[in-house]
């Protein structure tokens, strides 16, 4: 009985290959399409162009100083501290999403125009939990 499993180098070769056939598909695929998009402009001149996507303006930006986003930062750990997961939600629920994602920017765990609210959430989880494990450091220490 032989082997059952392809060996890499050969799984690699293999998925290579596969690679290399779907991007040529696609490639095909792209330029068909702009093929028909240039008869159809010929035929009708006057049909409207796509509107192009407005993915830079998805979320405003925030109007708070780096204090104030300073002074909601405190807010998560005095709420943690009090609540636990609880309190981080219940102040994450009141803040507006331009906040929550300005405060991950100040945080240095986002960019302002290309962080989800998700992402942007999750950051501040994160540093809130290594501000609790340092403040809990600096009490057992005795600093």
């Given amino acids: 009985m032989g082997n059952e499993f392809p060996q890499p180098s050969e799984e690699i070769e293999r998925l290579t290959s596969e690679i290399e056939s779907l991007r040529d598909d696609m490639q095909m695929a792209l330029r068909k399409l702009a093929q028909m998009e240039k008869r159809l402009r010929t035929v009708f001149p006057n049909l409207p162009k796509k509107p192009k996507s407005a993915r830079g303006d998805a979320h405003q ?27 981080f939600d219940s102040v994450i629920s009141s803040l507006p999403q331009e ?25 501040i989880r994160k540093r809130v939990q290594e501000r609790m494990m340092l403040g809990h450091t600096r009490r057992t220490n005795g600093v």
């Fill in 99 to 123: 906040d929550v994602i300005a405060l991950a920017v100040e945080l240095g765990v986002g960019q302002k125009k290309r962080t989800s609210l998700t992402k942007a959430i999750d950051g």
């Fill in 61 to 87: 930006l925030s109007t708070k100083t780096e204090e104030q986003l300073q002074e909601d930062f405190q807010r998560f750990i005095k709420a943690v501290e009090e609540s636990g997961p609880r309190g």
